[in-house]
């Protein structure tokens, strides 16, 4: 019989956490910003969002007047076209950018004979497009990867036209399960505190985009919700296979500890590696207009 947690059930605790070092700062060798190459053929595996609640969403937002019936659309730091591809399927123009050839490569492949998208290497600091070029920007889980974020930010808002809206999206609580959780206490406990090389908090690109002079506006999503089940071994060899950039400017050394004191902690569970969570991730937007 396996266990069936429910999301939030368990939070990681870390006995040993008074026993470490004072905290330290991660390395200040990031790099500038975090390209998914390596990992583009388990992205799809490895994070998804149903599209047919994204086709929900992006029907709210066009009844909402925020979203354009037709138009050309960017999708910023594109990676395997998640986000823009329905947008295609109904007829958008859409403009992908990514620093990963192999994610855009995936995310043309993916595109049905005949849609207008069209997926191509770059980096959002720095577009191939003249300003006010698209009708509306789609961006999701890019500025955390992204040193400098803030130059992407106004990159975006350089190449929408006036009016138009910059939605940042994200599926909230998806990648919360408990082993990455655990693992991520675990860095912050050895000092690891802002893992990312861009953006930390979604609150500061919201302050951010006020202070360029763009409106904020709402859109509740937050009943946009799905089922999933995370198994904690699997959960464990997904961190062992560095498929988290969140973690990937952890010390090896610090990596290789907390993998371990991760799966010592997972074997102590009644249901060891074989223990489930269901998590319920929900999807989440933030609207800018230019
Ligand atoms: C977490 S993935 C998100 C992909 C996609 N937006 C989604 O929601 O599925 C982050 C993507 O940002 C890309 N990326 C990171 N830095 C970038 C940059 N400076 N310019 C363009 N893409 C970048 C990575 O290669 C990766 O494909």
Not at 70 to 99: H, K, N, V
Not at 135 to 160: I, M, N, P, T, Y
Not at 199 to 204: G, H, K, L, P, T
Not at 252 to 258: G, K, L, N, T, W
């Amino acid at each position: 019989m396996r266990a069936v947690l429910p999301d939030g059930a368990l939070t990681a605790s870390v006995p040993w956490q008074g026993l470490l070092p004072q905290p330290v700062r991660p390395p200040s060798d990031f790099s500038p910003t975090s390209d998914f190459s390596p990992i583009a053929g388990r992205y799809d595996a490895t994070r998804d969002v149903p599209p047919g609640l994204l086709d929900a969403a992006y029907d709210r937002m066009i009844a909402a007047g925020l979203l354009p019936a037709a138009g050309t659309i960017l999708d910023a730091g594109c990676g395997t076209g998640q986000m823009s591809l329905p947008l295609a399927a109904r007829g958008y123009a859409i403009e992908g950018f990514d620093i990963s050839g192999p994610m855009v490569a995936l995310a043309q492949a993916k595109c049905r004979p005949g849609w207008p998208a069209r997926y191509r290497q770059a980096d959002v600091r720095a577009l191939p497009l003249p300003d006010g070029a698209v009708d509306a920007v789609v961006v999701s889980k890019l500025f955390q990867h992204v040193s400098g974020w803030q130059d992407a930010c106004r990159e975006l808002l350089r190449v929408l036209k006036p009016g138009g809206a910059l939605i940042h999206l994200a599926d909230r609580g998806a990648f919360g399960n408990p082993v990455r959780r655990y693992f991520a206490a675990m860095a912050e406990g050895m000092g690891f505190v802002d893992r990312f090389p861009g953006m930390q908090r979604r609150a500061d690109l919201v302050a951010f985009a006020r202070s360029t002079g763009a409106a904020v506006a709402a859109l509740d999503l937050t009943d946009l919700r799905w089922a999933k089940d995370v198994r904690y071994g699997d959960a464990w060899d997904q961190i062992r296979d560095r498929l988290f950039a969140e973690f990937w400017y952890l010390p090896d050394s610090a990596y290789a500890q907390i993998l371990a004191d991760t799966a010592d902690w997972i074997e102590a569970l009644p249901d060891g590696r074989d223990t489930v969570a269901r998590m319920t991730p929900w999807l989440d937007a933030d609207i800018f207009r230019r």
